[in-house]
């Protein structure tokens, strides 16, 4: 199990959380290899630094690098024969935290077991619940017990960064949760360059911005440039540049990813183009500054298709429900 990492994904009704975290394993391990237990649970066999991934991701809660797989009626036996000793110092500070998928109450009785398995293992490590330098983590599923350690816990503040806490505001912003899980999907990697032709607020620039990626911010509106700007300095983030320019005519010859909600609904402005044309329009240009193999993510109501392209493969297309009259569409698009 050297190698083994799982993780527990959020609720949302989607498979937007299972592709994200695929995504970002196979940014920094192509050859990775992956088991659905449920579809909140995954199991990956790769090489790749479980705190990056668990830093990165919008959908994964939690993670552990995996020390045992069993059924819960073996879980006292299978935990008592851990080797906890392997890694972890006698006078560690540590803490188990169980995840309870079923609808047994066993989290109390499954924390026990693990405190005396890890005290018998080592008689100086003492319990710390505010700042634990090793972290026993367990997910609960169905009659089933993964079992794993980690020295990370996510801790996400997104509601610091939605759109009503933005020095510039407009209702077409995307959340920074779901704007963050669009970045992942392309693949980007720390240093690479990520282009949003359709930056409005800044949604995707701030959180692509947060985890290390440079980027550049393009919108035809003056007014939205310089609302992006605002709400970049206001994070103390900056991209290389926030550019008033035509999505249609890129003043750009090449980047490593594109991200972007194109215009559509009241709320936005395409300037009288239909949403159909400006994507078909768009995804030439699109062809034109990207190396082959890169990703292009395009979110777009639900109600258009973008197939049949020369240039790009449509590798996958997720739903998003929004409200009553928005079901949103992200199509990942990888350049031939």
């Known amino acids: 199990m050297a190698n083994k990492k799982f993780f527990l994904l959020s609720g949302e009704r989607s498979t937007l959380p299972q592709a994200e975290l695929r995504a970002i394993v196979e940014t920094y391990d192509d050859k990775a290899k992956f088991e ?179 980027t550049i911010g393009i919108d035809v509106s003056m007014k939205m440039c310089r609302g992006s700007m605002d709400n970049l300095k206001h994070y103390m983030l900056e991209s290389l540049g926030v550019i008033n320019s035509d999505a249609l005519m890129l003043p750009i010859k090449n980047v490593d990813a594109i991200v972007t909600d194109v215009p559509y609904g009241r709320c936005a402005s395409s300037r009288g183009i239909k949403t159909m044309n400006l994507l078909q329009d768009f995804v030439l240009q699109a062809d034109a500054i ?18 049949n392209l020369d240039t790009f493969e449509v590798k996958e297309r997720h739903e998003v429900y929004v409200h009553r009259s928005l079901t949103r569409a992200i199509t990942v698009l990888r350049k031939r």
């Not at 073996?74 to 540590?94: G, L, P, Q, Y």
């Open 36 to 214: 659905i237990i449920n579809e909140r649970v995954m199991i990956v066999d790769g090489r790749f630094d479980l705190k990056t991934v668990l830093k990165r991701s919008a959908y994964a809660n939690a993670g552990g690098n995996l020390l045992t797989h069993c059924k819960i009626e073996d879980a006292e036996k299978s935990i008592e024969t851990i080797a906890f000793d392997e890694f972890m110092e006698d006078s560690v500070s540590f803490a188990a935290y169980i995840f309870n998928l079923s609808d047994q109450h066993l989290s109390e009785k499954m924390e026990s077991i693990i405190g005396s398995a890890v005290k018998k293992r080592l008689p100086n490590a003492k319990v710390s619940l505010r700042n634990p330098q090793k972290i026993v983590i367990g997910i609960i599923f169905d009659d089933h017990l993964l079992l794993g350690f980690t020295d990370y816990m996510a801790k996400r503040i997104w509601k610091l960064r939605r759109p009503r806490a933005r020095p510039f505001f407009h209702p077409s912003a995307l959340y920074p949760k779901f704007a963050r899980g669009l970045v992942n999907l392309s693949h980007v990697k720390e240093g690479d360059l990520l282009l949003d032709p359709f930056c409005g607020t800044g949604s995707v620039l701030i959180e692509a911005s947060i985890i290390g990626i440079n």
């Open 290 to 307: 990207m190396p082959k193999g890169r990703y292009c993510i395009i979110v777009h109501p639900n109600t258009i298709e973008l197939n």
